[in-house]
């Protein structure tokens, strides 16, 4: 496992961009987001993507951007869309990355944050509520099978969150290397 790259993973809103960009910061590291860079790379927004392409084909266009950046990506810390891991494939692209963390949240501290946002085009149809407990119950063992660390945000502050990031990082490390 490369130990240089942190992938933080987890539901929308819980935390992967501002806890990554943070991250970043801390350990000067590069950071980079996945939806930026796919939004970067297709010149337009995710939600115009899913419009007038659909889901598979912005799922397909995460994991071609996992393969042409695997394996250049150094001391990176990579914030990826909420969808991400629901592909076996790249759940085993993620872990051939780096470190992953998945940023856990209840289901109430994420309705919390997503409500009002009119961004994210998997919580624009039917009820809200409904929409992320029921997405979060298929996903949540995806998210728990591609991570090596887990780590509960419900409320704690992002500065918090990045220090028990950092603290089980160098923990897991060095039990690696004790292993070795
Ligand atoms: C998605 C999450 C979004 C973005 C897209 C789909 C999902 O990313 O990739 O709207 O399926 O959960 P965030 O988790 O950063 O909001």
């Known amino acids: ?10 539901f929308m809103g819980s935390g992967k961009t501002s806890a990554g ?12 987001d996945t ?13 115009n993507i899913f419009r007038l392409h659909g889901e598979d084909y912005f799922r397909e266009l995460e ?8 394996d250049s990506m150094k001391r ?9 891991p629901i592909r076996e ?4 692209l993620l872990k051939e990355m780096g470190h992953v963390v998945f940023l856990r949240a209840s289901c109430d501290t994420i309705i919390k944050r997503v409500s009002g946002d009119t961004s994210r085009p998997i919580l624009k149809k039917g ?11 298929v996903r949540t063992p995806y998210y728990e099978e591609a991570a090596d660390v887990i780590i509960d945000t419900d409320n ?7 220090d028990e990031i950092i603290e089980i990082i160098k923990y897991n490390v060095y039990q690696k290397r004790k292993d070795d």
């Open 127 to 137: 009820n809200l509520n409904e929409t992320v407990e029921r997405l979060l119950a």
């Open 1 to 10: 496992m490369k130990v240089e790259n942190i992938i933080l993973i987890g």
């Open 76 to 84: 990176t810390v990579l914030s990826t869309g909420g969808g991400m």
């Open 63 to 70: 994991t071609n951007l996992l393969l042409s950046i695997k």
């Open 89 to 92: 494939r790249n759940r085993k």
């Open 21 to 32: 960009r943070l991250l970043a910061e801390r350990l000067h590291y590069d950071f980079k």
């Open 156 to 162: 704690k502050s992002i500065y918090r969150i990045v």
């Open 35 to 47: 939806d930026d860079m796919i939004g970067v790379l297709e010149n337009t927004t995710i939600a």
